[in-house]
Nanobody
Framework: VQLQASGGGLVQAGDSLTLSCVAS????????AAWFRQAPGKEREFVAG???????YYADYMKGRFTISRDNAKNTVTLQMNSLKTEDTAVYYC??????????????????WGEGTLVTVSS
């Protein structure tokens, strides 16, 4: 399985950005998908997840600013990020967990990962 993340870039605080993650080699809709992020000098942390049933789950600090969705026909998961803050600056990673229908996501229980895409939010 390969995951290809894209959409990162340099934006200003308050702007929006959409990240996409395309899977190849596996039917992504069978699995849960999640976004994690890692800021410089910090541990990788959970951002948002969507399970094989289409149920979504978010980290508490998102406070409704981010939305995760999936397009099964395109084998793609998207993270829409609004009202970006400087503290959202990080490398964002997408990941998959096989056949998962729950709502608990952690770095250690994801089965496959893509390479990250850098999001930089300036003040």
């Amino acid at each position: 399985v390969q995951l290809q993340a894209s959409g990162g870039g340099l934006v200003q605080a308050g702007d929006s950005l959409t990240l996409s993650c395309v899977a190849s080699g596996r039917t992504f809709s069978r699995d849960a998908a999640a976004w994690f992020r890692q800021a410089p000098g910090k541990e990788r942390e959970f951002v948002a997840g969507i399970n094989r049933l289409g149920e979504t789950y978010y980290a508490d600090y998102m406070k409704g600013r981010f939305t995760i969705s999936r397009d099964n026909a395109k084998n793609t998961v998207t993270l829409q990020m609004n009202s970006l803050k400087t503290e959202d600056t990080a490398v964002y990673y997408c990941a998959g967990r096989q056949f998962y229908g729950g709502n608990y996501y952690a770095v250690d229980n994801m089965d496959y990962w893509g390479e990250g895409t850098l999001v930089t939010v300036s003040s």
